[in-house]
């Protein structure tokens, strides 16, 4: 949560409380991918009812009780440049973690981490619960998307915790085996410096047994907006790139993969105009 394919939605306290009930009643464990917990934790006290006057912190807290452990990306809502961490319930299987730990990473007492970093992540996640914080980073990506939507670009709205585009409807010329998304992704960087991620049928398409392609249910593009970085004018910038890319929408092609790993292809695929 929030969830990173789907335009970084937020997932409600409803919803996690049914999968806490069922993975209890199936004996399975409920892990919660908790990266993005404050940002989901915003949109539950100003979207879900009953949650008004429960503080962010306190959101998360509730969320953390369902669960019987947790992966964190720090990158994210520790608000830091590196590192990460698995926290356990079960002290059985947190020791057989930690033996791996040292054999892969390092020491349970730092993971492969230095002690700045973990230091760092302890402060992020004290104030990535700040109101103030939340409310700038929540609302600058909603800048963005309102621009985006004004501009005619279709995205998913309401904003989730990134401003993700639809490129289906964007480049409806270009066939879904000819990856639209990524088309999007590179005129992006081509015309403005501005990386992004493409998610859809790179990222999730699958081959038949003829060969073909076939594609994911969207094609999006993600536009992950780091944390405490972009200023206004920067946002402003990103929404003009989008204006040229709308001017030569029409004249874009496609493209077909020359290469690509067994798995998780989209990271090292290498592509070629058609
Ligand atoms: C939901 C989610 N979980 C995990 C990860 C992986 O994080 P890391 O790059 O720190 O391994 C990402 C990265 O984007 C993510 O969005």
């Not at 959101?59 to 809502?77: C, R």
């Not at 914080?133 to 309102?146: C, F, G, P």
């Not at 989730?160 to 270009?174: E, L, Q, S, T």
Request: charged fraction near 25%; glycine fraction near 10%.
């Amino acid at each position: 949560m929030t969830n990173n394919s789907g335009g970084g939605q937020p997932v409600s306290m409803e919803n996690a409380r049914a999968v806490a009930e069922i993975c209890k009643k199936h004996g399975i464990r409920f892990i919660l991918d908790a990266c993005r917990i404050a940002e989901n934790a915003w949109f539950i006290k100003h979207r879900e009812a009953g949650f008004e006057n429960t503080t962010y912190r306190e959101i998360a807290q509730q969320m953390f009780a369902l669960a019987d452990g947790s992966i964190m990306s720090a990158k994210k809502d520790a608000l830091v440049n590196m590192g990460g961490f698995l926290a356990l319930r079960d002290l059985d299987l947190a020791v057989q973690c930690r033996t791996v730990l040292i054999v892969t990473e390092g020491f349970s007492t730092y993971g492969g981490l230095s002690g700045r970093d973990m230091e760092a992540i302890a402060i992020g996640l004290e104030e990535v619960f700040e109101p103030d914080y939340l409310n700038y980073r929540i609302k600058s990506t909603a800048y963005l998307a309102d621009k985006l939507y004004a501009l005619g670009v279709p995205i998913m709205r309401p904003a989730g915790g990134h401003a993700v585009c639809r490129c289906r409807a964007f480049y409806p010329n270009i066939p879904l085996d000819q990856y639209p998304g990524q088309v999007m992704a590179c005129e992006l960087y081509r015309l403005g410096g501005i990386r992004c991620c493409e998610i859809g049928s790179v990222m999730f398409g699958k081959y038949g047994a003829d060969g073909k392609l076939i594609p994911a249910k969207m094609d999006l593009v993600r536009l992950a907006i780091p944390r405490r970085v972009y200023t206004q004018s920067h946002l402003d910038y990103v929404a003009e790139a989008f204006g040229e890319l709308t001017k030569h929408r029409d004249k874009k092609s496609g493209y077909k993969i020359v290469y690509e790993p067994p798995f998780l292809r989209h990271f090292t695929a290498r592509f070629e105009a058609v």
